[in-house]
């Protein structure tokens, strides 16, 4: 039966491309819309992932960096500092602003670090300086590609001209990109001497960073600790917890569509192949082997829509970026383990669709000619 | 057109697959556009509905929904000062992470003074912050997460009552919530501090004339209320507008892709009437009308199903969740249309070239 279902698919290659296609398309709308998130939560806490620091320090109740604010005192660096099992501290100073360049405003993560620190800065510089000096800026390339920004270029930020003298990699996302500037032209510009947003903290050798992140937490007051890992998934929340609903919205609409291009696919070949079933019913095959078929039909599209699917959404996570959008398309285990149990879904109930047409079936048919 | 329709209509199951296969597609393409819109209804509801026809934000500002904006101190003494200006509305505000029964709920927090203005522009229930860590609460966001007046909310670590419900203050992104503003310089420990002022000018003010005598000041950007909502708009839709137009292309040809197939199918089945028809004397224009006919009769009706699914699903996705608004512009409609022409014009290339193909011959040799 499983041979007879992969030759009913194959004999028609066209109706198997259009079929397949449609199912891949509406996985790919799953698949895509997925991706999407996955890559904007990879954008958005790439700067606590490769900021080199094993724990984070914010001031209390503040647990997230994106649309938050945090503002530390001074003594709280040095409190830090004296906590056993820590090795270096960085503050660094963080708003939301724009890099503007003539008409052209950019949104963009303002990091001001302070001379030589040790962490925070940008992680991969493709051209020019790693640290910012005075009235220098440290901008994301893809960004100065699309403004037309070029090294030496006076950028606007928080009001004052800062000269481009580096160019950064993986610091820009969807919704915005990372500048950074030195700590001493970000206090002069917004008058908070004596604070910082966020402390950066690196363990010793050796040490947990869970560990003296607890440490940090009992010793301090007046701050939330969390490490590395923690505030990364303190970002992820955010995104997901926002693109829950949109996502299963889409979802379904997704599922639906798969369903009625498969559905429609499944129907129409078993009606055509109205008399080769009543033929192998007039041989003694039962109504079950017949399900069977169609089921495996079903299954054996649903599965080819699927890897095509898959292969577009790969391919779009390749192209996206090369039409120079920021959005960045990443596929993720879960999502690709959600549309495989949605494909199984829809092969299982479409192949239902034809059940009476089977069943209705007169094997007599096939000898009068219809 | 009998033929075409007689192909169509012979076997209702199938063209009511391929109905509703294209209608759930322009259904995804109406909802996805009304949801931008509406979600640019309510990113602006603030500035649309707060006092004054003018904000000014610290330099370089542009935005109040983009940028963290501190105005230097003093210019709000400056402002009363200028010729025109009625009221000054000092606001405090930033974006906030509350985490309501263990999600993550961004929020605008608005700091601002009772008796000055700024806050919520339509209380549904309870009153304004009066005293110290009282706020006023989006409705909408406070009946998905069962909040009700007298209720505590943490905000950056420390609890606020709930003293008023406001209402026209919510979005799938980010609801507003309103606090004393002195209750907000605590909270972002910035004593004193100013993020955006409101201006309220007299009637027949030069509203130019204001905006210059401001952009004269250093460290400060004057614009009119309009153009900072503009801004707004347009931050918001270069950050949506990629994957719409991925989703919106991508329904666009699966919904190519069902009509294709039905028509296609409906052709292979059809050869041998095709074939006699050529045999007889038909021309492939002809026969090209027939095939063209069924893919516009399946799109267009698929496109106005879809127009009425799209409405209907609007109404229930608003009424389970309220905080997401679908705004439906006729224009939509019409293009939806459009599409469903598109879709049409495009499914029939293959089919019709399968028509062309056919040897009148054939239904001889068969």
Known sequence: ?370 | MSLARRNLFQDKTRLALSIGGVALAVMLILVLKGFLAGMNRQITSYLDRSPGSIVVAEEDVVNLLGATSLLPEGVDEKAERIRGVEEVTPILSQFIILELHEKKQPAYMVGYDPELGGGPWQLVAGREPRSKKEMVFDRVLAQRHNLTLGDRVEVMGQDFTIVGLSSGTTSWMTSFFFVRKQDAENLLLAPGATSFLLLTTSDGADLDKILKRFNDFSDVNALTKREMAANDLKLFARIFSAPLKLMVGIAFLVGTMIVGLIIYTATVERQREYGVIKAIGGKNRFLYQVVVTQALFASIAGSFLGILLANGTAQWIMSARPQFLIVFDPVDSGQALLAGLGMALIASIFPTRVVARLAPAEVFRK
Request: charged share 20%; no cysteine.
């Open chain 1, 1 to 370: 039966m499983i041979r007879l279902a992969f030759r009913n698919l194959f004999q028609n290659k066209a109706r198997l491309a259009i079929s397949v296609g449609g199912v891949a398309l509406a996985l790919l709308l799953i698949l895509s819309l997925d991706a999407v998130f996955t890559g904007v939560e990879r954008q958005i806490t790439a700067y606590i992932e490769y900021s080199d620091a094993d724990v984070w320090v914010s001031q209390a109740g503040v647990l997230n960096m994106h649309m938050a604010s945090s503002s530390l005192p001074d003594s709280v660096a040095r409190k830090v500092r004296a906590v056993p099992g820590v090795a270096s501290v960085t503050p660094i100073l963080y708003l939301t602003n724009n890099v503007v360049y003539e008409d052209e405003r950019n949104l963009a993560y303002i990091i001001g670090l302070p001379e030589s620190a040790e962490m925070g800065g940008p992680w991969k510089v493709s051209s020019g300086r790693s640290l910012p000096g005075k009235s220098e800026a440290i901008i994301d390339r893809t960004i100065a590609e699309k403004a037309g920004i070029k090294m030496g270029d006076e950028v606007e930020i928080l009001g004052e001209e800062f000269e481009v003298t580096g160019l950064s990699e993986g610091t820009a996302s969807l919704v915005n990109s990372v500048a950074f500037i030195s700590m001493d032209d970000f206090e002069d510009l917004r008058g908070n001497y004596g604070t910082f947003s966020f402390l950066l903290v690196k363990v010793l050798e050796g040490e947990s960073p869970e560990l003296v992140a607890a440490r940090i937490q009992a010793q301090v007051r007046d701050v939330t600790v969390q490490t590395r890992e923690g505030f990364a998934r303190q970002e992820r929340r955010v995104v997901q917890d926002m693109s829950t609903d949109v996502v299963t919205i889409m979802n379904l609409i997704g599922f639906l569509i798969g369903l009625a291009v498969m559905a429609l696919t499944v129907y129409t070949s078993t009606l055509s192949r109205r008399r080769e079933y009543g033929m192998l019913k007039a041989l003694g095959a039962r109504n079950t082997d017949l399900y069977l078929t169609v089921l495996a039909q079903a299954i054996l599209s649903v599965i080819l829509g699927f890897l095509v699917g898959l292969v577009l959404t790969l391919l779009l996570t390749v192209v996206v970026p090369i039409f120079g959008s920021n959005l960045a398309l990443e596929v993720s285990r879960a999502s690709l383990l959600k549309v495989a149990s949605v494909s199984v879904v829809i092969a299982a109930v479409s192949a239902m669709l034809p059940i009476r047409q089977i069943a209705g079936l007169d094997p007599a048919m096939v000898f009068r000619g219809r």
